[in-house]
Each structure stands twice: as structure tokens, then as C-alpha cells.
């Protein structure tokens, strides 16, 4: 069982930020609104990926030093770099030294906050600029963050709303918050700040709250203060007549029922984890205009950009930077709420009724391929013993989730619970079946894509960029910190909430459904086996649906488990430019990792920003090592080919690879050269009748197409 120390009496903190974000974002000076943390080189353009002129502004006093801060959720090889721009978008400074700028320091992995000067000049329209690096994605690639200052001279200590300046010109401030500007908040100070039924807990944590209330069972809320229908943790989980189960992976199972009577679906979480665990869901067929909630436009279009090649030194594009709209969104909180302790507004927001904002986002086809996280109501919670902290939150894009009321909607748990015990997470809520926030989707009797994730710790490490647990990076276990990349992280699948056990059917009845229309093929080396009897080096199959545009892959090899697998995609029977998945296994299998890559050079091809890759599972049986994946056909990545009626791909089968680093997934050479298909697949082919010229039998360099599966 992990311990976190509880805070007895009073506790004063210096702290760095508020909720974990994703990547990189600036906690004081707090950064532009809305704070999104997924601002890279790549997908956003201009100086900062985001305007001016929603607030918050923060004023400062010209010549002053202070601490800037941010939050480090992911390891990043690389140095960061502070700048003082003007309101034109010139560079007045570069605040922090040139050491923290270097490339390859990963003692600077860590570092979450810098001592700056400021210049003693008035600056009323500035704006500060942290770039954080990622060199592991290439020398061009990084995220960035900006905060807009007034910088005055002779100004008077600015204390905000949460502080009062003193006679000596410090700021005195209010209860809970803290900092030299007051800029920092806490949950709870003393056991009596969680309302009496809940516990002060000292979690650790690089940013704020640090000191948050853990809830007793019975109770909920982030401070303990709502009652909860679910009292205790002696729940049988595994009685079949009440709950149903899907095993999202091994070491997570959820569990569910529908309550009628209350309009509720209960749900619960059991992971093997001491970490924080998540679930999230939306509806499938959600369109791609759900990304616009809350409404963040582009005032031009970003010039397409084949691979991440943004320089690091590009000129401001003011017109480039994503603008927000003249309406917000938002909704006024409630007076029993707590107040906004981290944006310094020097304007107030207009308000709209959320169910207008929520009406935007209709289920018509999407223009294009939904992240995993786009778009999702997900519910995230910890535990320490039989106390837990278990929260409604939100999923705009691959930025980290916020709580519901950063979007303008509600907590809308009407119960919750948590604990953990011998190294097992169970997580339990109930949420309306009808969602009545805008920052909520109803629970529908259809299939509804739903994602899982679980926090990274010791014995459980799958990040790929190395070095994270050298630094104690994920030391502090309820921190909501990246997930990493491994399969037994995080995932997805496909779950109807409302399905009846009586009405699926068993495995024979399912053999004998009519097959999806389309066609694929299977390939074996050498020749003659057969991937059925298992004596197969290597063996792979593929599938492509008409009707849904996915493609199902399915790739063995007979190999050390020290040694990776895969399968490639080429416009040509070349390796440069060239698509991949890479594949390896864990302890005998219990765990499997599969990457998303791409091959720029002949080096190991570095790992996807963005993973397109779902349906993911694996197994280790003997010495065969087995993964399946399911991509669409087109994924509307740059870093992936695309299948489509006009451009065919070939495919690379490696029959004989080399060894993969577990922790970094840095793969060796392959041992010999990969074989590639006589012609390349075309998806053309499995629509309609011509699909059938592709049912022949191809045999080349003694590596069978052992069959093609082709239904009409």
C-alpha cells in the first residue's frame, strides 16, 4: 500500500502550478486562456499557438525577479528557454541563462521553475514565452506556453484577488492560497478544510493543489462535501447478475450496471495500480466539429506540414495563432463553488447557455479521424487506503484533462468511492444516463468508444523517452502525469453499456455471422508453413472493411522475446519514408507493447506523435510472439500512409529483426532485410467485383501468400 503523510494543523507550501497538464504549460505567470498544454510546433503555428486578449494578464513590477513556473507532465529530451517578447512580437530578452537551453541535459528533464529578471522597462502589452524541447520527436519539434504581462516601473506589489500587500510590500494571503503573489492554491490545509469527512493528504506533487482532501467512503467531492449512495468497499464486483465486465486489459477491468430507477449508470474501475486510473467514453460517430467546443477557431489556415519541421526560430505570425471567439462558452459557477484561484482577469467573459454549445456537436460523418482523447467525458480517480479522490473531468484534444468546471459545465457524480488495497485501485461513480452539462455525454444503447488509462510507477514504467525514474519523475504516484505509450497503459475499445448478457451470442454463433465486406490476404515464410499448425518464422494477415474503412492486422514470429516484430508500408519497396508498427513483449506476455512509427532514415524509426493505432492485444505462447492492431485505412496523420482508392501501399514483412530496448523502445537492425509484397495492396480493389482479382496464390523469395480473404 503507497503512503501519502497527512497534513496535521497548519501548512504553508511554495508550490509550482495547478492541475497536471500535458507537455508543457506556464503556472505563474498563469498562461493565456484557454490554457491548453498540446501547443507544438507541428499542429499550431505562430510564436505561441494561441492569442492574446482573453486574459489572464498579470502585472509585474519592471526590474523585479521572481520565479517563473510550469508544469512537466512528460519527460522531453531537451533544455527549455524564457523570453520577453513586446506587443509587435519582437524579442525584447531572453530571461533564463544559456545553459538551460541545452540540447541533451536531462538533469534539466526535472526542472519545472526558473529565476528571472525582468528588464526595468514599462511594458503594458507584452507577453512571456517559455519553449520547452522535444528532441526525441526531431531538432525542430517543441511545445511552448505564453503568460501576458504588464511590466510597469515603480509599480506597487500585485498581491490578486486572493491577497492584500503589506506595509513592508509583501503580500499577506487569504486562506489556502499562498505563493509571493498569492498565486498558488491548496484543497485543504487541516482536516477540518474536508468538511469533516475526509482527510488533508500531503501528496507530494510538483504542482498544486499539493494538499488535497481524500474522502472518506460516503463522502465525495474535492472537498469531501457531498454525501455518496456508495458506502462501502465490500462490493462483490464479480456477481455476474449485477454487474457486467470488460476486461479492457489485463490489470484493468470495469465494471458496470444501469440503475433505472435513479436514470444512473454505476460504474467501477479495479486496477492493478497504486496510481491514479481513468475511463473515459463519447458517442461513436462523434464529428470532428466536437474539437470547436470550446470554441477555439483559426483566423487563417496553418500551412500543412509534411513532417515536424517548424523551426524553433520562426518569425510571429500574429495571424497564424489560434484566435478565440468573440463568445465564450462558459457558464457562470455556482456560489457553492470555489472561485477560480489561478487567472488574474483584467476582463469579464460573455456567458452563453450551454446547451446552445452543446447543440454544435451533432453526430454527422467526421471530417477526419478523431484523436482517442478528442472530445471525451472521462472520469479520473485515486486512492490511499480506503480514502479516495475521484473527479468529473473533460477531454477537448490531447491536451490533459481538466475538471468539468474549466469548460463551463458541472461535476455531475452523484456518488463516488475509492481505495486500494495489495496494490490494486478500485475506483466506483455513478453519472446521469442523460448528460445535462455541457461538458458531459449521455450514456446511449449503442456502442459508445470508451478509453481507459492508468499512472505510471516502478515495476509498471512503459514511457519511451528514458531517464524518467532516474530523476524521480514518476515517483509521486497520484500526480496525473503521461500515461506513457505502452499498450498496458492506456487503450480503447468499443462497449454498449446497455447490452443484455442473454442477447450475445456465443463464439460458435459468432463464426458462423456473415463476414464484413472486403478483402485482405495472409503471407507466411517460409514457404509452406502454415500459421495455423504454428510453424511459421514469421506470418501476417490483413484485412480492410468496406464498410467502416479500417484496416485489422495481425502479425507473428517466432523470436527472443529481447527481439521486436512488425510490419511496414511504402509507397515504393524502399524503407525511407515509410510507415510502421513495432511490436515487442513483456514478462512472457503479460504485457505488450505496439508503436506507431515512422521511418525517415535508416535508424530506428522513431515512435509517432500521435498514435493511431487501437484495438490493440497481444500474446506471447512459446516462443511466438503475436500483436493485432486495427488503423483506418486513412488516418489523416501526416506520419502515416494512407490506403485510399487512388494510392496503393506495399508492405514490408521483417522475418528476422533484432533486439528492443524495453524501456525506450529503441529498437537494433534487423538481421536481414525485410521481404516486400510483388505489388503493392489497393483498397480499390476489395470494393465491389473487382476485389476478386485479388484471390490468387503469389509465391516469391520461398515467402508464401498463404490465402486471401476476399467476401463479396
Not at 486578449?53 to 526590474?63: D, W, Y
Not at 524553433?312 to 457558464?331: A, K, Y
Not at 479516495?388 to 484534444?397: E, I, K, L, P
Not at 442473454?502 to 455471422?513: C, F, G, H, L, P
Request: charged residues 20%; negative net charge; contains cysteine.
Amino acid at each position: 500500500m503507497k503512503y501519502l503523510g497527512l497534513c496535521f494543523g497548519f501548512c504553508l507550501l511554495a508550490g509550482l502550478c495547478t492541475v497536471g497538464r500535458t507537455h508543457v504549460a506556464l503556472t505563474y505567470p498563469p498562461a493565456r486562456k484557454y490554457a491548453l498544454d498540446f501547443l507544438d510546433s507541428s499542429r499550431t503555428s505562430g510564436l505561441c499557438g494561441m492569442t492574446s486578449g482573453f486574459g489572464p494578464v498579470t502585472n509585474l513590477v519592471a526590474g523585479s525577479t521572481f520565479n517563473v513556473t510550469w508544469f512537466n507532465p512528460v519527460i522531453h529530451r531537451g533544455g527549455y528557454r524564457i523570453e520577453l517578447y513586446g506587443r509587435n512580437g519582437t524579442l525584447l530578452q531572453t530571461l533564463s541563462p544559456p545553459e538551460t537551453n541545452e540540447n541533451d541535459n536531462f538533469d534539466l528533464i526535472s526542472v519545472n521553475s526558473q529565476q528571472v529578471t525582468l528588464p526595468d522597462v514599462d511594458c503594458t502589452d507584452c507577453f512571456i514565452r517559455l519553449v520547452r524541447k522535444a528532441n526525441e520527436w526531431g531538432p525542430l519539434y517543441y511545445f511552448r506556453s505564453c503568460a501576458d504581462v504588464s511590466i510597469v516601473q515603480g509599480a506597487d506589489v500585485d498581491c490578486g484577488p486572493y491577497g492584500t500587500p503589506s506595509d513592508e510590500g509583501r503580500c499577506l494571503c487569504e486562506h489556502l492560497y499562498s505563493g509571493d503573489f498569492c498565486q498558488y492554491v491548496d484543497s485543504c490545509w487541516n482536516h477540518e478544510d474536508c468538511n469533516g469527512h475526509g482527510r488533508c493528504v500531503h501528496t507530494g506533487a510538483t504542482s498544486f493543489p499539493i494538499l488535497q482532501c481524500y474522502c472518506e467512503p460516503g463522502w465525495f467531492g474535492q472537498k469531501c462535501a457531498k454525501e455518496s449512495a456508495m458506502k462501502s468497499t465490500e462490493v462483490n464486483l464479480q456477481d455476474k447478475t449485477v454487474f457486467k465486465h470488460e476486461a479492457l486489459h489485463e490489470d484493468f477491468s470495469l465494471y458496470w450496471r444501469v440503475i433505472p430507477d435513479a436514470e444512473e449508470v454505476e460504474i467501477y474501475m479495479q486496477v492493478k495500480s497504486q496510481t491514479w486510473a481513468a475511463v473515459g467514453w463519447r458517442p461513436e460517430g462523434l464529428a470532428s466539429s466536437c474539437r470547436n467546443f470550446p470554441h477555439v477557431a483559426q483566423s487563417a489556415p496553418i500551412p500543412a506540414r509534411r513532417r515536424r519541421e517548424a523551426s524553433i526560430e520562426e518569425p510571429h505570425q500574429p495571424n497564424l495563432d489560434l484566435v478565440l471567439p468573440d463568445i465564450i462558452p462558459m457558464t457562470k459557477p455556482k456560489d457553492s463553488e470555489p472561485k477560480e484561484h489561478s487567472d488574474h482577469y483584467t476582463e469579464q467573459h460573455p456567458l452563453v447557455d450551454y446547451r446552445e454549445a452543446y447543440a454544435a456537436r451533432n453526430l454527422t460523418a467526421s471530417g477526419g479521424r478523431l484523436h482517442e482523447m478528442d472530445c471525451t467525458d472521462i472520469v479520473i480517480g485515486t486512492a490511499v487506503g480506503s480514502l479516495s479522490q475521484v473527479m468529473d473531468y473533460y477531454t477537448r484534444d490531447r491536451s490533459t484533462p481538466r475538471i468539468d468546471a474549466f469548460y463551463g459545465g458541472d461535476d455531475s457524480l452523484t456518488s463516488a468511492i475509492g481505495w486500494e488495497l495489495d496494490g490494486v485501485t478500485t475506483i466506483g461513480f455513478r453519472k446521469p444516463i442523460a448528460a445535462d452539462t455541457v461538458s458531459d455525454h449521455s450514456f446511449v444503447p449503442e456502442e459508445m468508444e470508451v478509453i481507459w488509462a492508468r499512472g505510471q510507477q516502478r515495476g509498471l514504467f512503459y514511457s519511451h523517452t528514458e531517464n524518467g525514474f532516474d530523476h524521480g519523475f514518476w515517483d509521486i504516484l497520484d500526480e496525473l502525469k503521461y500515461h506513457g505509450a505502452d499498450s498496458g497503459q492506456r487503450g480503447g475499445m468499443k462497449i454498449n453499456f446497455f447490452k443484455v448478457e442473454e442477447e450475445v451470442k456465443d463464439e460458435a454463433n459468432r463464426q458462423e455471422a456473415p463476414s464484413a465486406p472486403g478483402c485482405g490476404g495472409q503471407v507466411g515464410f517460409p514457404a509452406g508453413c502454415s500459421s495455423d499448425q504454428g510453424n511459421c518464422v514469421f506470418s501476417a494477415s490483413w484485412f480492410f472493411d468496406t464498410e467502416t474503412e479500417e484496416m485489422h492486422f495481425i502479425v507473428s514470429s517466432q523470436q527472443s522475446e529481447d527481439d521486436w516484430l512488425g510490419i511496414g508500408f511504402s509507397f515504393d519497396d524502399k524503407m525511407l519514408d515509410s510507415d510502421a508498427v513495432i511490436g515487442w513483449s513483456h514478462n512472457g506476455g503479460e504485457q505488450i507493447n505496439i508503436t506507431d512509427r515512422w521511418m525517415s532514415s535508416h535508424t530506428s524509426p522513431a515512435i509517432d506523435a500521435s498514435d493511431d493505432l487501437y484495438n490493440k492485444r497481444g500474446s506471447r505462447v512459446g516462443n511466438i510472439t503475436t500483436i493485432e492492431f486495427t488503423r483506418l485505412a486513412d488516418t489523416k496523420d501526416s506520419d502515416d500512409l494512407a490506403f485510399t482508392d487512388d494510392q496503393c501501399l506495399y508492405l514490408f514483412f521483417p522475418y528476422k529483426t533484432g533486439s528492443v530496448q524495453k524501456e525506450t523502445g529503441q529498437i537494433a537492425y534487423h538481421e536481414a532485410s525485410p521481404l516486400v509484397s510483388p505489388q503493392p495492396f489497393c483498397i480499390s480493389q476489395c470494393k465491389g467485383w473487382l476485389h476478386l482479382s485479388l484471390c490468387l496464390f503469389v509465391v516469391f523469395h520461398s515467402f508464401d501468400i498463404l490465402s486471401n480473404r476476399c467476401n463479396i
